[in-house]
């Protein structure tokens, strides 16, 4: 189910929206000002945001802009009752990926809806690698898990995004070397198991599911919870 978040201060307005998301099968949550909608559009992972643009706290096109400094592929729907060409060119140039003016019919707002997030996923998939609750994006150089953020070194980015791409199958310490540090291996330093290690605990540590793994006397794994 498509989790959409709608930032709206007139609650009639959003309470409409809600309602017909619903009917659609879309699971929604709500913000009714701007402040709270910026925290939660960075906290959480949505498949779309429909935004207003004249919010209590702060703007939707300050929202917008907060929301693109860490997510650049959430579709942003902005609504506003400005219609002028300088708005439109404002709620862009903010990050917003449409614009609908109000009123407007509901039937119009999903097929904009529709679309954009259709667009997403195919950009998606291109560019954000996944194991289970863990993703890498290759545009912007982030990890999650669980949808939290992980900070990584660029070494460390570098060895996790060769996991993911070689998941389930078992990686020695020379392909390691080779493929993520360019070199030939040592076998007199443990540099491999210390990044590794490094990475470990910052992908596995407080997750009840390991993905990591140690396979002995051949090198490691990264493979989905089912294929233990």
Do not use: C
Request: no cysteine.
């Amino acid at each position: 189910m498509k989790k959409i978040l709608i930032v709206e201060d007139e609650a009639k307005v959003a309470r409409l929206i809600e309602q017909g998301l619903l009917e659609n099968q879309f699971e929604v949550e709500l913000a009714f000002d701007g402040t709270i909608g910026s925290r939660m559009a960075r906290a959480t992972s949505y498949n779309a945001i429909i935004l207003d643009v004249n919010l209590p706290g702060i703007n939707g096109y300050e929202v917008a802009k907060k929301i693109r400094e860490v997510n650049s592929n959430t579709p942003i729907l902005m609504l506003t009752a400005m219609g002028t060409i300088e708005d439109k060119i404002s709620g862009f140039e903010s990050g917003a990926d449409d614009y609908l003016l109000k009123p407007f019919e509901f039937r119009e707002l999903l097929a904009r809806l529709n679309v954009l997030m259709k667009r997403a996923d195919g950009a998606t998939h291109k560019k954000l690698l996944t194991v289970a609750d863990l993703e890498l994006n290759l545009d912007t150089k982030v990890a999650k898990r669980a949808n939290r953020r992980i900070d990584l070194t660029a070494k460390e980015y570098g060895l996790l995004e060769y996991f993911i791409q070689n998941k389930g199958k078992v990686i020695s310490r020379s392909d390691i070397a080779e493929k993520v540090w360019d070199l030939d291996f040592d076998t007199g330093t443990n540099v491999i198991d210390v990044y590794v290690n490094f990475l470990r605990k910052k992908i596995d540590k407080d997750a009840s599911v390991k993905l990591i793994h140690t396979v002995i006397g051949m090198g490691y794994i990264l493979r989905e919870p089912d294929e233990d």
